[in-house]
């Protein structure tokens, strides 16, 4: 075990009373308030998250899009300037490597946001594929910290702070140099929550300052600080996969069901084996549950057949503070994938009965 990281926002997440967990070897806050509390602050106000733990690399070079369209399982060159794509990257079997952000500067520098828990694995893999590019890549991921505000109110949040008309930020874009109360920042119109908000970035020194600021300015709006825990309920809700959960290295794009991440015609690590993957059909799929009895389905959980044998396992469950309904995502075999399918799920010693749903439980309020 190496030792656990702080991100600059520490001292901030003391002050407002941050229930502190170790996750991808960062000391980070599960909740101030109630893991509820947070997720409804998001969904009905705002809230801000400390994402400083994300990763982040560099890449420049004047064959950096195809490099990174080498990287990547998403069309690239369908993004312009100032525009951020979702992406995956692919093993040669079609396992997931991670999920990602590609943030186009120009057609010769990007950024790559990546997830902490992989920043190490990611990084060797983004350089090993680089190789045979004239690319410079950089892992700058300890020169910069994150945070995120997340909900309907944080454009109006946000804009208290800044001279740059911030509705100019469209869905999936980004500005550099948005001055937040004087402090120059990188803003995107991105998130992991299903709600409208930004995603910003600055340097170690300012992102404090920055944090306090947007809780000043967000105090009359409802605006709460928000951890880990209401993250992950926030996401699962309106079905963004999270790694290690509905996508790794055993499970591929297609059976997460984002084929629409997946542009087969174009050429990166791993197309070979999803083409295959199409042509001759799935075996098992990210699919959404519903229980029909107590219990809350954990991941990693077995999914039984009506008949006993197992079938799949569950990915990520909840009770949801949105629905009031114990739900879940679960990996299973295609017989059992289709809408209505009665599925059981091993909770311990109880067997529970549940159903197959669809995995939009919570309808996503973007700002396009």
Known sequence: MGEVKRTALYDVHHKHNGNMVDFAGYEMPLYYDSIINEHQAVRHHAGIFDVSHMGEVTVEGEEAEGYIQHLVTND?????EGGVMYALMCYEDGGVVDDLLVYKYT???YLLVINASNIDKDYA???KQGEAFDVTLKNISDAIAEVALQGPKAEKILQKLTDTDVS???FFTFKVDVLIDGKKCLVSRTGYTGEDGFEIYTTLENIAHVWEKLME???EEGLQPAG????DTLRFEVALPLYGNEIHKDITPLEAGLSYFVKLDTDFVGKDVLVNQKETGLTRRVVG?????????RHGYEVLSPTGEKIGEITTGYKSPSLDKTIALAVVDKPFTKLGSDVVVQIRKKQVPA?????????KNYAK
């Open 76 to 80: 690239i060159t369908q993004i312009d």
């Open 107 to 109: 057609s010769t520098k």
């Open 125 to 127: 893999w983004i350089k």
């Open 228 to 231: 880990l825990g209401a993250r």
């Open 168 to 170: 100019s930020i469209t």
């Open 217 to 219: 300015a967000g105090q």
């Open 289 to 297: 549950l519903e229980l029909l009895g107590k219990g809350i389905a």
């Open 355 to 363: 159903k197959v749903v669809s995995k939009k439980f919570y309808k």
